[in-house]
């Protein structure tokens, strides 16, 4: 006689029904998360960057990622997933092209709006696609019944739309204008100021200076009215630039004087970026792009990836305690010991003697040629000290001040102001800087500077262009740097 055992009890059925389902549960989610990880992703143009974009397990709102510079983070919505935006790269052509149009320029906003509206609207379908189809095929590759993929799709749109209406319910479009910033980032609002702010200025700032950079011819005309720069003398033309700070109307000034002016050489004393980042590194190679050779050293917020950069341009020299020879000038250069958007260095909080070693290992640069150089350039004043009477002009910048200053022995400072009008960052104020450069005259055969023309183009509120001449006389000549009158072009 056969025993027969006990017959399961109710509960013990539940449990049993309730595991199965914990096992479809957690199968249909695993194999959609993994799906959506792995090949829910969207690459799409957002203004003048190229993004990516996807979702991640992280407790909702978005971050933007702007490599090397850091994150900044937006509580926007809540729910199990975050929009990740990886800024990959710039792309010169859009950014020149909106640099360029005023109209382009002016719906910027609404451009980058467009375009993130679409970017995520594909990564959410696709994301959903990709979630049920993992889901599915997770379920039926493991289970191996054919009930299996159906049930498996049916959880994971449950809970799609359990996060979607999770979303839904918690957007908040204000905390966008309260976004939390991370490594270098943690700077941009007090570097740059109010988003709002910049914006308002910056349409009536292009609008007035456009027309000044595009009518430089006006003021070389102007030039007829000026005495020679040296009567009698051949001269050679250098243009001083520095400052420029990422402000795509500098790099049109410097390209417009180079030409009007007949310039043979520009000697930039530093600070061409804001960050030293790889976005704006790629919208700086346009000076490759120049018909004369070009000098630079590093200014305090130029990294080495920037300098780097400029070196494999055909026509840039790099000066880094070294010398160079440019339209029969010999030149030496350093760069600013300093890079002070990278925070971590504490860099902010570097004395003068920093400065005023560099100044003394490029003071040891100049000891060790065969002849004194015509030309120093350092980026920031409380360099040139050291170089007193070891070079007759030292060109440097940084201040965003022009000042024109003779040391104790002799050697003259010339200290350039901002050729970008210290960039977006200046629409923070009352008035933009204005931009200003540079054309120093010398002495073909000795290299000594005889004469140089102040070009300033006004900034926000200021209508003219102007360039003053000033006429260095000879050392057995009593009377101090003579200005002549100077010339401007009303716009």
């Not at 451009?111 to 379908?125: C, E, F, G, P």
């Not at 350039?377 to 409380?382: E, G, I, R």
């Not at 000290?385 to 000042?403: C, I, M, N, Q």
Request: glycine share 10%.
């Amino acid at each position: 006689m056969s025993e027969i055992g006990p017959s399961p009890s109710p509960w013990q059925g539940r449990a049993r029904t309730a595991g199965r389902w914990a096992s479809r549960v957690a199968l249909a989610l695993g194999g959609a998360l993994a799906a959506v990880l792995l090949f829910a992703r969207v690459s799409a143009p957002i203004g003048p960057f190229d993004a990516t974009l996807s979702f991640r397990p992280a407790g909702g709102g978005a971050e933007v990622s702007v490599a090397p510079l850091g994150e900044l983070a937006v509580d926007v919505y809540d729910g199990p997933l975050r929009l990740d935006v990886s800024l990959q790269r710039v792309d010169q052509e859009r950014a020149r092209a909106l640099a360029t149009d005023p109209v382009r320029l002016a719906g910027v906003v609404d451009q980058v709006t467009d375009d993130l509206r679409s970017a995520v609207v594909r990564l959410i379908w696709l994301t959903a696609l990709t979630a049920l189809a993992g889901g599915a095929l997770t379920s039926w590759a493991v289970l191996r019944r054919r009930r299996e993929p159906v049930i498996a799709l049916g959880l994971t749109t449950a809970v799609l739309a359990i996060t979607g209406g999770i979303g839904v319910a918690t957007w908040r479009p204000e905390a966008l204008s309260q976004p939390t910033y991370t490594g270098l980032l943690t700077n941009a609002s007090s570097l740059i100021g109010s988003a709002e702010d910049i914006v308002a200025r910056f349409d009536a700032y292009r609008a007035s200076l456009e027309d000044l950079v595009g009518n430089v011819g006006t003021l070389y005309s102007a030039l007829s009215a000026l005495p020679a720069p040296a009567a009698g003398e051949d001269t050679v033309a250098l243009l001083h630039v520095s400052d420029l700070h990422l402000n795509p109307a500098g790099f049109d000034l410097v390209r417009q004087v180079s030409q009007k002016f007949g310039v043979e050489a520009i000697l930039d004393t530093g600070d061409i970026t804001d960050w030293g980042s790889e976005p704006e590194n790629r919208l700086i190679t346009s000076v490759g792009d120049l018909d004369v050779p070009y000098v630079y050293i590093r200014g305090n917020h130029d990294s080495a990836t920037t300098a780097g950069l400029l070196a494999l341009q055909p026509n840039v020299t790099v000066l880094d305690d070294s010398a160079v020879t440019v339209a029969g000038i010999q030149v030496v250069g350093a760069p600013d010991p300093r890079f002070t958007p990278d925070k971590s260095t504490g860099d902010d909080d570097a004395g003068d003697d920093v400065l005023i070693e560099s100044g003394e290992e490029l003071a040891d640069v100049v000891a060790e040629l065969a002849a004194p150089p015509a030309i120093a350039l350092v980026h920031d004043p409380k360099q040139a000290p050291p170089l007193d009477g070891a070079v007759p002009l030292v060109l440097a910048g940084h201040t965003h001040s022009r000042k024109v200053t003779e040391l104790d022995d002799g050697t003259r400072l010339m200290v350039q102001g901002s050729t970008g009008g210290a960039g977006l960052r200046a629409l923070e104020g009352e008035y933009p800087k204005p931009l200003t450069c540079t054309v120093l005259y010398l002495d073909r055969s000795t290299g000594l500077l005889r004469a140089y023309d102040d070009i300033t183009l006004g900034g926000l509120g200021e209508t003219e262009v102007t360039v003053q001449r000033t006429v260095v006389p000879r050392s057995d000549e009593v009377p101090a740097d003579a200005p002549a009158a100077p010339a401007s072009g009303p716009r």
